[in-house]
């Protein structure tokens, strides 16, 4: 999470909408704040409604999600989806603070909802919370309790698969026109798609493209630590077959983004400053949790659920690859941490049992804010390899129960043996 000042109670609002737009079309009921910020200011009509996650026109075609208020949220072009909200306009919040939602998604499955702004809110927008947005930190409301009011808190992303973390927060290389990452042997068809399930497709995949290329990263690094610990051969193999595998998830995800993008799409430069900042045994074993033991976990069997549902035989296939490949690089991390802990004593066992719950808290906070789609949309969805957000949360959550926490349990205790 990105350092944030501490927020003063007795203040009053420290983030007001300051030179209002319209946003959304004309009667959307939305203004856009010079900071980023959506306002709510009352119930509103959107121009077409989306193909995915729940498509509306207005709030009346909404229902509540996991027994919260849902309202019609339009977006920049005014198409609307269904979200999650506390509020509806300012009516619903204390005095003198707004009903609030972000403009710009940066974590990938991050909700879009509104929420009303507290004293306690660390931030109102992205732009102000103190990392840029390739860091991937986003002003997010977060609930610690059901019947507690949500905060505004500047948190990074957890996503399935292997991030490049920089200091806690994922990086990546934004996508740009280019033809030289696509690979030339996957080619799907997009005749018949409506604009609002292209455009939901063609962010899926971008998004997963750039992860996939920041995967890349990743993995060079790591090949640079295990030989400055001194790691067996065998794991330095790996590592390198890893970030062979990566470069190729990378070509198959911006093929696919172009194919529903309509344009080549490829990767911008990444940037790699402050990359090797932290060499500690500590800092790379906290790294190869969340990137390797959490992420690609979750990743494989994500691939592999998408994979079956595939209604195209080569996205079925590409998709049965990265799922494989994905297994083998969690194998690896969890390898890789067995054989760390061996060097360390309880200190670092304590940090690496910190590094897993909070992981798992945020997953579980995950569960709470994706709405789920309709059973049409879920199925066209799938024939393209994506779930919902609502079911990649869901099933985050199920391998982190099945898979993670046991193998972390029985990590843990077989460490615990060792002399410290």
Not at 2 to 21: K, M, T, V
């Amino acid at each position: 999470m990105c350092e944030q000042p501490p927020p003063d109670p007795g203040a009053s609002n420290r983030f007001p909408c300051l030179n209002a737009e319209p946003y959304g079309g004309p009667n959307s009921g939305v203004e856009r704040c010079e900071n980023g910020m959506l306002h709510r200011i009352g119930n509103g009509a959107c121009q077409a409604a989306t193909d995915a996650f729940g498509g509306c026109l207005v709030d009346g075609d909404c229902a509540a999600i996991d027994n919260v208020s849902s309202i019609c949220r339009c977006d920049e072009m005014g198409f609307g989806t269904c979200a999650s909200s506390r509020c509806s306009s300012d009516d619903s919040c204390e005095a003198g603070f707004l009903c609030v939602g972000l403009e710009k998604r940066v974590c990938p499955g991050a909700p879009l909802d509104f929420a009303c702004q507290s004293p306690e809110d660390e931030c109102g927008s992205n732009p102000e919370c103190p990392c840029d947005d390739a860091n991937h930190a986003e002003c997010m409301w977060l609930i610690a309790a059901a019947d507690e009011p949500p905060v505004h808190r500047c948190s990074r992303c957890v996503e399935p698969g292997r991030p490049f973390l920089i200091g806690d927060l994922p990086r990546t290389a934004r996508s740009e026109p280019s033809s030289a990452w696509r690979e030339p042997s996957l080619s799907v068809s997009t005749a018949g798609l409506t604009e609002g399930l292209r455009a939901t497709l063609t962010s899926h995949w971008r998004q997963q493209a750039e992860m996939e290329h920041a995967s890349v990263a990743a993995f060079a690094r790591f090949v640079l630590e295990l030989l400055s610990l001194g790691a067996p051969p065998e794991l330095v193999t790996a590592a390198t077959d890893a970030l062979a595998d990566e470069t190729a998830h990378a070509r198959i995800c911006y093929a696919l983004a172009s194919a529903y993008a309509g344009q080549a799409l490829g990767p911008a430069k990444l940037d790699v400053t402050g990359a090797l900042q932290d060499s500690s045994l500590e800092g790379i074993v906290m790294r190869a949790v969340l990137e390797g033991c959490v992420g690609e976990t979750l990743a494989a069997i994500e691939a592999s659920e998408a994979a079956s549902h595939a209604a195209d035989k080569l996205l079925r296939s590409a998709l049965s690859r990265i799922a494989e490949d994905e297994a083998r690089h969690a194998e690896l991390s969890w390898r890789f941490l067995r054989w760390a802990l061996s060097l360390g004593g309880s200190a670092l066992r304590s940090a690496v049992q910190r590094a897993f719950r909070e992981a798992e808290s945020r997953l579980a906070s995950s569960l709470m804010i994706h709405p789920s789609a309709e059973p049409a949309t879920e199925a066209e969805l799938r024939a393209h390899g994506v779930l919902s957000p609502a079911r990649s949360a869901q099933l985050a959550r199920q391998v982190f129960d099945a898979v993670v926490r046991p193998c972390a349990s029985a990590l843990s205790a077989r460490a615990a043996a060792w002399p410290a």
